[in-house]
């Protein structure tokens, strides 16, 4: 998602990326916000049709390294866990709205 502010007097972008329950944030110039870089590092590829993740490994100084390969087709998107998660949730959610609007089993 990006906000852009009318009358804007400072030059950076903020990143909120989902980490572990939470969100962690990142102070970046506006022109890397949107970059592949940061989408596939920072946002694990989440979003993109033509690259799908292929391994992630920690070093023992823990450097992270994404390795992407391509899908040509791009038929899926890829989305983050994180996203996979919430989106989950969600749909327990509104599947239980559902069964009360159509009269289905309530505690009263």
Not at 13 to 42: D, K, N, W
Not at 50 to 79: A, C, H, T
Request: aromatic share 14%; with cysteine; proline share 3%.
């Amino acid at each position: 998602m990006k906000k852009k502010f009318e009358n804007n007097t400072t030059d950076f972008s903020i990143c909120i990326i989902p980490a572990g329950g939470g969100y962690q944030s990142l102070v970046v110039l506006p022109e890397l916000a949107h970059s592949m870089f940061t989408r596939m590092f920072f946002y694990k590829g989440h979003g993109l049709k033509y690259f799908k993740p292929f391994s992630y490994r920690q070093s023992v100084i823990n450097q992270e390294i994404y390795v992407y390969k391509v899908d040509w087709e791009g038929k899926d998107m890829n989305l983050m866990n994180e996203f996979k998660k919430e989106k989950k949730e969600l749909k327990e959610i509104s599947s239980d709205d559902d069964e009360e609007s159509l009269g289905g089993n309530r505690t009263v």
